[in-house]
C-alpha cells in the first residue's frame, strides 16, 4: 500500500475514478456507507480495467485505514454490486 493518505485524498481518487466510468460520484467528505455505494457501482462497472479496480481497491483500503478499521470491518460491499448484495447481507 502507499503511504498513508486523508480520507478526503481517498475519497477523491475514488471520485475520479467514477467520473472517469460513469458512475454516479459521493462528495468528498461522504459518509462510509455513501462511499460503500459508490465503490460497489464502481466495481460492477463491466469495462473496469484492471489497473483503475487495482486503484479501487488500494483507495478503499486507505479509507478504511482513515477510519482505524480494516477493510472488512468496514462492510464495503465490494463482493457484489449493491443489489445483488442486498438480497444476501
Known sequence: M???VS???AVQVLRALAA???VDRVPDRASRARVGTMVD???AV???SVEDKAQ???AV?????S??????ELKLHTHAPVKACKATC
Not at 483500503?61 to 485505514?65: G, K, M, N, S, V
Not at 477510519?67 to 472488512?72: F, T
Open 67 to 72: 477510519y482505524g478499521q480494516k477493510q472488512e
Open 61 to 65: 483500503a486507505q479509507h478504511a485505514a
Open 46 to 48: 463491466e469495462t473496469l
Open 56 to 58: 479501487v481497491e488500494e
Open 7 to 9: 480520507r478526503v485524498e
Open 20 to 22: 472517469k466510468y460513469g
Open 41 to 43: 457501482e464502481l466495481l
Open 2 to 4: 502507499s503511504p498513508p
